[in-house]
T-cell receptor, first 116, second 112 residues
Framework: DVKVTQSSRYLVKRTGEKVFLECVQD?????MFWYRQDPGLGLRLIYF???????EKGDIPEGYSVSREKKERFSLILESASTSQTSMYLC?????FGTGSGNTIYFGEGSWLTVV | QKEVEQNSGPLSVPEGAIASLNCTYS??????FFWYRQYSGKSPELIMS????GDKEDGRFTAQLNKASQYVSLLIRDSQPSDSATYLC????????????FGSGTRLLVRP
């Protein structure tokens, strides 16, 4: 069964703290993603990675960085947390998309981050 | 113009009715189309994928794709209260094989 695991489900952090969100997938997928989801704004892509040590900015990378040292693990880092980063964070993985490839994105259960 | 557009709803239907959810996309070269269901407080889960023009049926769900009109829809037959959720349409980005572009979702309410 497809499995994307986010280690922290609920976190409360203080403004200015450095925050690490960890994600592990067991499907040997090349692609991994970090999204945030806020009411009325839908899913917004923060960063994605298509290979180990490779990363690309998504739509809202400001204030975030990522690390992918191993294929199965993709970490999201908030360098200095702010209240505007209070949100649900979703990790996901997939194989590369192609015509009729049958590939899709599988999501983890989400991490609810509150910054106070 | 948003790349993937959905009516935010809520779409309210009585139990047993057909719910029709619609999505339009802007990139004419898109090839892969997906519908996700998301319950409140949960992560999205895949319910349907479609790649060719026409209909694709899976149980009570039917996905319909019309690439000429850049339109994809999801029909839910015999709607149940447990179908009440937000439905996200997703389309692969032609400029990259890595990304799906999501709509902001349509909230469906099925009244008992």
């Amino acid at each position: 069964d497809v499995k994307v695991t986010q280690s922290s489900r609920y976190l409360v952090k203080r403004t200015g703290e450095k925050v690490f969100l960890e994600c592990v997938q067991d499907m040997d997928h090349e692609n991994m993603f970090w999204y945030r989801q806020d009411p009325g704004l839908g899913l917004r892509l923060i960063y994605f990675s298509y290979d180990v040590k490779m990363k690309e900015k998504g739509d809202i990378p400001e204030g975030y960085s990522v690390s992918r040292e191993k294929k199965e693990r993709f970490s999201l880092i908030l360098e200095s947390a702010s209240t505007s980063q209070t949100s649900m964070y979703l990790c996901a993985s997939s194989t590369p998309f192609g015509t009729g490839s049958g590939n899709t994105i599988y999501f983890g259960e989400g991490s609810w981050l509150t910054v106070v | 113009q948003k790349e993937v557009e959905q009516n935010s709803g809520p779409l309210s239907v009585p139990e047993g009715a057909i719910a029709s959810l619609n999505c339009t996309y802007s990139d004419r070269g898109s090839q892969s189309f997906f519908w996700y269901r998301q319950y409140s407080g949960k992560s999205p889960e895949l319910i349907m994928s479609i790649y060719s023009n026409g209909d694709k049926e899976d149980g009570r769900f039917t996905a319909q794709l019309n690439k000429a009109s850049q339109y994809v829809s999801l029909l839910i037959r015999d709607s149940q209260p447990s179908d009440s959720a937000t439905y996200l349409c997703a389309v692969n980005g032609v400029d990259s094989s890595y990304k799906l572009i999501f709509g902001s979702g349509t909230r469906l309410l099925v009244r008992p």
